[in-house]
């Protein structure tokens, strides 16, 4: 056996002993200059990331978090109106009308969070035997796979709508129509986004096969959710009536959209049978509205759920294009400096003065109000904050022996700036992002509130404008739960944010001991 072989042995010898004992176990100077019974050092992520869940409040606000991005996966699967399943009693046929309202996007979440997150939090046995040791890389990993999937979705669905509207060409309506069709195209998009997420990912046998199962997931659910369904919840209530259907609903029975004209302004904990009693209507079983019902009818708790989605959406999608912008346009600032610093300088400040609110009031007005198009209005104009604290890291670190090292060895400009300069200037744009989040979910709750939100989508704005919208009078309910829900994410966010900044920058952690 070598030395180091044998000063590895001892060390694990010793460290055993001195776990099992109180009493210290001495070592030579040579197994000291070994390291022997050392402890390994954290590296820097890890030790940020211990510092934050530390605090009460980061612990608050990534379950808070967690609780929304639950609901944002689950949403339509615990609360929908359509029947979990349906059995013909004379027949014996049965089906799931819930699984058939689905959308692509339902099913391409639900099929994200169950294979993604085992995948990221997998045991270390096997996370060695697949060669994916850090789970950073396997995040990394799942993040690719997702936005690869959601380019595959919505590049569909737009090109879905395209061949179904009245306005398109007729020869474009008619291959809409071929059976093919959502098969074709879906498959193109899904390849070609998987080509570029496998290329993105550095290759290897099983960041492929997650390239390969997320293209698979998109592309299915994508050309089965080809076209919309016609929805009608009162043949479900007239079937259960006739007794020849034997009919299970999901946890909350009601879908945002569902509402009817004798469960107006219901308050929390009413039963459904003894509403409809008192107004005459037709009785729904033994159905409660836990959280009550707005002035048209429609179920609270089902809208607060389904608005998680998009509220988490906005604030990440949106977030996202703006680090994507920010980081590109800070890091040329900061590496070049000179006039290419003060031209795109002064691109910044106009952005800068561009009123984000009135912005979005306009483009609603102008352009379709939907959640696309709400995300790239917010990402292409919240982007400042990102690129000025790029540049200000870049312009210390370009003088750095690393950074001129790499520029003397021939490295291509995108290799400095992104994969060495980037990694030790990045800490200051994540903080600032998790405050950026936060201002995108308040920016889309204020649309919301003015009725200026994403059409036929559950929001907590527009939840919070019923209050006193419709009826006149001061519904509490309706301004408690989604007020309620609005705080407590941004809050959180905040916290969050704080927690970073207080974990990453020493000066502060300074002064904290």
Same mark, same amino acid.
């Given at each position: 056996?070598?030395?180091?072989?044998?000063?590895?042995?001892?060390?694990?010898?010793?460290?055993?002993?001195?776990?099992?004992?109180?009493?210290?176990?001495?070592?030579?100077?040579?197994?000291?200059?070994?390291?022997?019974?050392?402890?390994?050092?954290?590296?820097?992520?890890?030790?940020?990331?211990?510092?934050?869940?530390?605090?009460?409040?980061?612990?608050?606000?990534?379950?808070?978090?967690?609780?929304?991005?639950?609901?944002?996966?689950?949403?339509?699967?615990?609360?929908?109106?359509?029947?979990?399943?349906?059995?013909?009693?004379?027949?014996?046929?049965?089906?799931?009308?819930?699984?058939?309202?689905?959308?692509?996007?339902?099913?391409?979440?639900?099929?994200?969070?169950?294979?993604?997150?085992?995948?990221?939090?997998?045991?270390?046995?096997?996370?060695?035997?697949?060669?994916?040791?850090?789970?950073?890389?396997?995040?990394?990993?799942?993040?690719?796979?997702?936005?690869?999937?959601?380019?595959?979705?919505?590049?569909?669905?737009?090109?879905?709508?395209?061949?179904?509207?009245?306005?398109?060409?007729?020869?474009?309506?008619?291959?809409?129509?071929? @059976?093919?069709?959502?098969? *074709?195209?879906? +498959?193109? /998009?899904?390849?070609?986004? !998987?080509?570029?997420? %496998? =290329?993105?990912? #550095?290759?290897?046998?099983?960041?492929?096969?997650?390239?390969?199962?997320?293209?698979?997931?998109?592309?299915?659910?994508?050309?089965?959710?080809?076209?919309?369904?016609?929805?009608?919840?009162?043949?479900?209530?007239?079937?259960?009536?006739?007794?020849?259907?034997?009919?299970?609903?999901?946890?909350?029975?009601?879908?945002?959209?569902?509402?009817?004209?004798?469960?107006?302004?219901?308050?929390?904990?009413?039963?459904?049978?003894?509403?409809?009693?008192?107004?005459?209507?037709?009785?729904?079983?033994?159905?409660?509205?836990?959280?009550?019902?707005?002035?048209?009818?429609?179920?609270?708790?089902?809208?607060?759920?389904? @608005?998680?989605?998009?509220? *988490?959406?906005? +604030?990440? /999608?949106?977030?996202?294009? !703006?680090?994507?912008? %920010? =980081?590109?346009? #800070?890091?040329?600032?900061?590496?070049?400096?000179?006039?290419?610093?003060?031209?795109?300088?002064?691109?910044?400040?106009?952005?800068?003065?561009?009123?984000?609110?009135?912005?979005?009031?306009?483009?609603?007005?102008?352009?379709?109000?939907?959640?696309?198009?709400?995300?790239?209005?917010?990402?292409?104009?919240?982007?400042?904050?990102?690129?000025?604290?790029?540049?200000?890291?870049?312009?210390?670190?370009?003088?750095?022996?690393?950074?001129?090292?790499?520029?003397?060895?021939?490295?291509?400009?995108?290799?400095?700036?992104?994969?060495?300069?980037?990694?030790?200037?990045?800490?200051?744009?994540?903080?600032?992002?998790?405050?950026?989040?936060?201002?995108?979910?308040?920016?889309?709750?204020?649309?919301?509130?003015?009725?200026?939100?994403?059409?036929?989508?559950?929001?907590?704005?527009?939840?919070?404008?019923?209050?006193?919208?419709?009826?006149?009078?001061?519904?509490?309910?309706?301004?408690?739960?989604?007020?309620?829900?609005?705080?407590?994410?941004?809050?959180?966010?905040?916290?969050?944010?704080?927690?970073?900044?207080?974990?990453?920058?020493?000066?502060?952690?300074?002064?904290?001991?």
């Amino acid at each position: 056996m070598s030395d180091a072989k044998q000063a590895a042995a001892g060390g694990g010898a010793r460290g055993a002993g001195t776990a099992g004992s109180a009493e210290p176990v001495a070592i030579s100077g040579i197994e000291a200059m070994r390291g022997v019974g050392a402890a390994q050092a954290k590296g820097f992520w890890a030790d940020a990331w211990e510092r934050v869940v530390a605090r009460i409040g980061a612990r608050f606000a990534l379950a808070w978090i967690g609780v929304i991005a639950f609901f944002a996966v689950t949403g339509p699967v615990i609360a929908n109106a359509h029947p979990l399943w349906r059995r013909n009693l004379e027949t014996g046929a049965w089906d799931s009308p819930l699984w058939q309202n689905l959308t692509a996007v339902d099913l391409s979440l639900l099929a994200g969070a169950l294979f993604g997150v085992p995948f990221v939090f997998m045991p270390l046995g096997l996370a060695d035997r697949i060669g994916m040791q850090e789970r950073a890389s396997r995040l990394g990993l799942i993040f690719l796979a997702a936005l690869q999937a959601g380019v595959t979705v919505v590049v569909a669905g737009v090109v879905s709508a395209w061949s179904r509207d009245i306005d398109s060409a007729p020869w474009i309506r008619a291959l809409g129509e071929a @059976a093919a069709f959502p098969w *074709i195209v879906s +498959g193109s /998009v899904g390849a070609l986004s !998987a080509v570029a997420a %496998g =290329v993105l990912s #550095g290759g290897g046998r099983v960041r492929w096969l997650v390239v390969a199962l997320a293209a698979a997931v998109s592309v299915g659910s994508s050309a089965t959710r080809w076209t919309d369904r016609l929805v009608n919840f009162d043949t479900y209530d007239v079937q259960e009536a006739s007794g020849k259907y034997d009919i299970a609903y999901t946890l909350v029975p009601f879908s945002p959209e569902f509402g009817r004209s004798d469960t107006y302004a219901l308050p929390p904990m009413t039963k459904l049978a003894d509403a409809a009693e008192a107004t005459r209507g037709r009785p729904m079983g033994e159905r409660t509205v836990l959280l009550g019902t707005d002035a048209l009818g429609k179920d609270v708790l089902s809208q607060m759920m389904w @608005a998680c989605r998009l509220s *988490i959406s906005i +604030g990440l /999608v949106s977030t996202g294009i !703006a680090l994507l912008i %920010g =980081v590109t346009i #800070g890091a040329l600032m900061g590496y070049f400096g000179g006039w290419v610093d003060l031209l795109l300088f002064r691109v910044v400040e106009i952005f800068m003065a561009i009123p984000v609110l009135f912005l979005l009031i306009v483009a609603a007005a102008v352009l379709p109000r939907n959640t696309y198009v709400m995300m790239a209005i917010i990402g292409c104009v919240s982007w400042t904050g990102a690129a000025r604290f790029t540049r200000a890291e870049f312009l210390k670190l370009r003088k750095q022996d690393f950074v001129q090292g790499a520029q003397a060895a021939g490295l291509p400009l995108r290799s400095v700036l992104f994969r060495h300069m980037l990694p030790n200037g990045v800490t200051p744009v994540l903080v600032d992002a998790s405050f950026a989040v936060a201002a995108a979910i308040i920016a889309e709750a204020t649309l919301s509130y003015l009725g200026l939100g994403p059409d036929g989508q559950a929001s907590w704005g527009k939840l919070l404008s019923s209050a006193t919208g419709v009826t006149g009078n001061f519904v509490w309910w309706l301004a408690v739960f989604p007020g309620f829900a609005i705080f407590f994410t941004v809050l959180s966010y905040n916290m969050l944010g704080e927690a970073m900044r207080d974990a990453i920058d020493p000066k502060l952690r300074k002064a904290a001991h």
